[in-house]
């Protein structure tokens, strides 16, 4: 985690900022709930935890920022809640997900499965990708084996 940090504070650096005990918080709550993808409040209230004055329009800023500097990205799993997932460090682009719309569990796929395309769309259109982002949604394993357990009861 010391390592990430320091990364972060150079990259915040390199672009004017300085990583305040404020700053430093958030990014600790990102690192060590980077399964979670916690909405903004949620990043909050553990903030406050360990720095009790700080604000919730400083986290808001801070989240923005590492936005800005793609540390983070906001995320929406169909659900209408905006959520912050730690971008991957040595990968050019986001992450992919898999989204259960039964459950709402969310698992990553940290390899890059787009490549491929990418390389097709510039050669086709010219255009050259920066970033992308993909999500499957469907039905998780586990949902499927209660649809299927609940079916067989119902008949029985």
């Known amino acids: ?22 700053r430093e918080a958030t990014v600790k709550v990102l690192l060590e709930n980077e399964e979670n993808h916690l909405t903004t409040e ?8 360990i ?10 800023r801070t989240l923005e920022l ?22 991957n460090k040595d990968q050019p682009h986001f992450h992919h997900h898999i989204i259960c719309t039964e459950c709402g ?13 990418e390389i097709r769309v510039e050669r086709e259109f010219g255009f050259t990708v920066t970033d992308h982002r993909l999500d499957f949604q469907g039905i998780c394993h586990s ?14």
Not at 1 to 22: N, P, V, Y
Not at 51 to 60: K, L, R, S
Not at 105 to 117: C, F, G, M, Y
Request: hydrophobic content about 40%; overall charge positive; some cysteine.
């Open 1 to 22: 985690m010391k390592e990430r940090i320091e990364d972060i504070r150079k990259q915040l650096t390199a672009k004017g900022f300085k990583l305040t005990t404020q």
């Open 42 to 49: 949620e990043i909050y209230m553990i903030v406050k935890s």
């Open 51 to 60: 720095v009790p004055e700080v604000g919730i329009a400083t986290v808001y």
């Open 66 to 87: 590492l936005k800005e500097l793609r540390v983070v990205e906001k995320v929406n799993f169909g659900d209408g809640i905006a959520r912050f997932d730690l971008r």
């Open 105 to 117: 569990a969310v698992q990553e796929i940290l390899e890059d499965w787009l490549l491929p395309l």
């Open 143 to 156: 949902c499927k084996a209660n649809h299927i357990s609940e079916t067989c009861k119902s008949v029985s």
